[in-house]
């Protein structure tokens, strides 16, 4: 399969950067995607005290430098095609999936799930507010998830693009 997002003059993005980014997005989707339906549901049905332990041990486990690495590196990636693009009919759709990550991912990232990570990592005992910090989370994560997906969805039709 070769990239279709030639214009005359020549590609405007390559089609290793095409591939970096569908799979960064792609990975990030299926991860988010796992949180809201596997994990968070599982920490729900535990005991509060569990439930903390158990968070705590995932926000340990995830703060890796491969995950960081996909994250942020498909922050990187998005922006990258943006650049490449931006001088091609391709602009309009690697801006749309950019946006669609940096803002729906990343910026919940920090706007929501930063703070509750926080809280719950700081915590000794389980606060009262638990349930209500977990749905905080949820909600937020299922935004993350959504987004990278359709992120991921518009890359994919962009760069399939054959105008």
Request: aromatic residues 10%; contains cysteine; glycine residues 6%.
């Amino acid at each position: 399969m070769h990239s279709v997002n030639l214009p005359r003059e020549g590609r405007r993005v390559p089609l290793a950067l095409e591939l970096a980014t569908a799979v960064g997005l792609a990975l990030m989707a299926g991860f988010l995607f796992n949180m809201s339906v596997v994990t968070a549901p599982a920490l729900n049905a535990l005991s509060p005290e569990s439930a903390l332990a158990a968070w705590k041990g995932i926000n340990s486990t995830v703060r890796n430098p491969l995950f960081a690495g996909t994250a942020f590196g498909t922050a990187a990636l998005v922006v990258a095609c943006t650049a490449f693009a931006w001088r091609s009919r391709l602009r309009f759709w690697c801006l749309s999936f950019a946006l669609l990550y940096l803002i729906g991912v990343i910026g919940t990232t920090f706007a929501v799930e930063n703070s509750v990570n926080t809280a719950i990592i700081m915590a000794t005992q389980p606060p009262p507010e638990l349930p209500h910090m977990l749905a905080t989370w949820l909600a937020g994560n299922h935004i993350r998830a959504l987004s990278a997906l359709a992120a991921f969805l518009v890359a994919w039709l962009g760069f399939r693009k054959t105008d």
